[in-house]
Each structure stands twice: as structure tokens, then as C-alpha cells.
């Protein structure tokens, strides 16, 4: 593939936002290496990249499978499902994400996952195999929801807000402020309300694409697809 066309950066992304695995901890130090590399993003990007980085190689897999579930799966407002926060659970969030499946596979892309359309790890993985602008303009799309779920990462604290603010950089657009307040303007209860949860969680979702029957395997190829040859040692040995 084209170097053009396999943006490790973005594969990189899209790895560190999907759900933590031992596969992941090992290749920390070459992906730590892919994002302290990237000319794209500014000093201060990079370096607030690291923690991060840090967290996912060293702390404990269970308390990180845990910290996952509770910011992306239990807090809604934080949802990685990008048109979550556009569309909620309107009709206009079923026809936006048909539209974007077929951007997909008239790209050739089959996400071979589970998870949403709009979900950010899989919009990720593609961009990073299509042309530079391309995936800069769709970025510029959404800058003011990654800007909005980003600032709510970051009053949590959280080492994953460096990602959103380096994907806003990335777009080469500043995120639309009105934009982003509306998204912030609505709720965002605590992962530790089970109630409030509840009552958001209420709706039922579509799921769309096959069904992969086991584990992730999305992210075990997205890290053997990425160029440096010793991420490869990061398949499980059943491949």
C-alpha cells in the first residue's frame, strides 16, 4: 500500500480508542514511537500524548478494561459512536450512518466488527487508507464532536482527551464553538448514576455490519497493519 494511504498515525488512533488488550500493551513502545514522530501534530500534542501511552502499557489490563467501560460504554456523552452526538436516536442517525456504510464499501472497506459505522475507532481505520485530504476533510466534519467528547475527557481527568485534541489538530480546523456547546450542553451524568444511565440507555440500538462471533479481531489486524515490523509480534500466536 502506498505510504500515502497508511496513515500509521491515524491506525494508531484507532487502536488506542478501541477496547485494551494484552496485544495492545505490547505494542505500546512502537506506537508510542509512531505518534512521538508525527510532524502533523504540534510539541505540546505529542507530549501530551505520553501519559497515555504510559498508562496503556504499564497499569493492570483489568483496571483498564474497566476505566474503558465506565468513560465509553456507561457514559453516553462520551460515546464513541460519533453520530450519537448529532443525531441521538432519531431516524436522521439510521439514514447518516447508511450513508456513511456505503462510503465505506464503495472504498472497499468492510468493517469487520460489530461495532457502529459511526463508530470512531472504525471511521479511524479507514481514514488512515485514504488519501490525506480526504481524511483531513472528513475529520474537519467532526472536529467540534471530537472537541466537545475531548473537554469532557479532559474534566474527568482523563489521559484519553489527548487523543481528541490531537485529532481537532490533525483536521486543520478550529472545531465550531456553537457547535460544541450545544453538544455540551446536554446531559452528561456521572458513570456512577445507574439511574440517570438507565433512563439514557433506554432506546435500543441498531447493529450493523457481520458479526465477527469472537473477541476483537479488528484490532489484532489494525496493529499488524500498521508499518513497523515489530508491532507484528503483537497477533496472537492463533493467527
Known amino acids: 500500500m502506498d505510504h500515502q494511504l497508511n496513515d500509521r498515525t491515524l491506525k494508531a488512533f484507532s487502536v488506542l480508542l478501541s477496547y485494551p488488550t494484552q496485544e495492545l500493551q505490547q505494542a505500546m513502545p512502537e506506537i508510542g514511537g509512531v505518534l512521538a514522530s508525527e510532524t502533523r501534530?504540534?510539541?505540546?500534542?505529542?507530549?501530551?500524548?505520553?501519559?497515555?501511552?504510559?498508562?496503556?502499557?504499564?497499569?493492570d489490563i483489568?483496571?483498564?478494561?474497566?476505566?474503558?467501560?465506565?468513560?465509553?460504554?456507561?457514559?453516553?456523552?462520551?460515546?464513541?459512536?460519533?453520530?450519537?452526538?448529532?443525531?441521538?436516536?432519531?431516524?436522521?442517525?439510521?439514514g447518516a450512518m447508511v450513508d456513511l456504510l456505503e462510503t465505506y464499501r464503495a472504498a472497499g472497506f468492510e468493517p469487520a466488527?460489530?461495532?457502529?459505522?459511526?463508530?470512531?475507532?472504525?471511521?479511524?481505520?479507514f481514514l488512515?487508507?485514504?488519501?490525506?485530504?480526504?481524511?483531513?476533510?472528513?475529520?474537519?466534519?467532526?472536529?467540534?464532536?471530537?472537541?466537545?467528547v475531548g473537554e469532557r475527557?479532559?474534566?474527568?481527568?482523563?489521559?484519553?482527551?489527548?487523543?481528541?485534541?490531537?485529532?481537532?489538530?490533525?483536521?486543520?480546523?478550529?472545531?465550531?464553538?456553537?457547535a460544541v456547546a450545544e453538544i455540551l450542553a446536554r446531559p452528561d451524568p456521572s458513570p456512577d448514576d445507574l439511574e440517570e444511565i438507565d433512563k439514557i440507555w433506554e432506546e435500543t440500538e441498531v447493529t450493523f455490519g457481520p458479526d465477527p462471533n469472537t473477541g476483537c479481531p479488528q484490532v489484532r489486524d489494525m496493529l499488524a497493519q500498521m508499518d513497523p515490523p515489530k508491532l507484528r509480534h503483537a497477533k496472537t500466536a492463533a493467527e
Open 41 to 59: 501534530l504540534t510539541a505540546a500534542a505529542r507530549r501530551d500524548l505520553r501519559p497515555l501511552i504510559e498508562e496503556l502499557g504499564a497499569r
Open 62 to 94: 483489568y483496571a483498564l478494561e474497566e476505566d474503558y467501560v465506565m468513560l465509553f460504554d456507561r457514559s453516553r456523552s462520551l460515546s464513541l459512536n460519533l453520530f450519537e452526538h448529532v443525531h441521538g436516536e432519531s431516524r436522521d442517525r439510521g
Open 113 to 125: 466488527t460489530t461495532e457502529l459505522p459511526d463508530h470512531l475507532p472504525v471511521l479511524l481505520e
Open 128 to 148: 488512515a487508507a485514504r488519501p490525506p485530504e480526504e481524511a483531513r476533510d472528513m475529520l474537519a466534519d467532526a472536529a467540534h464532536i471530537l472537541a466537545a
Open 153 to 178: 475527557l479532559g474534566k474527568r481527568e482523563s489521559a484519553y482527551a489527548a487523543i481528541f485534541t490531537a485529532l481537532v489538530q490533525m483536521s486543520g480546523e478550529m472545531a465550531d464553538e456553537e
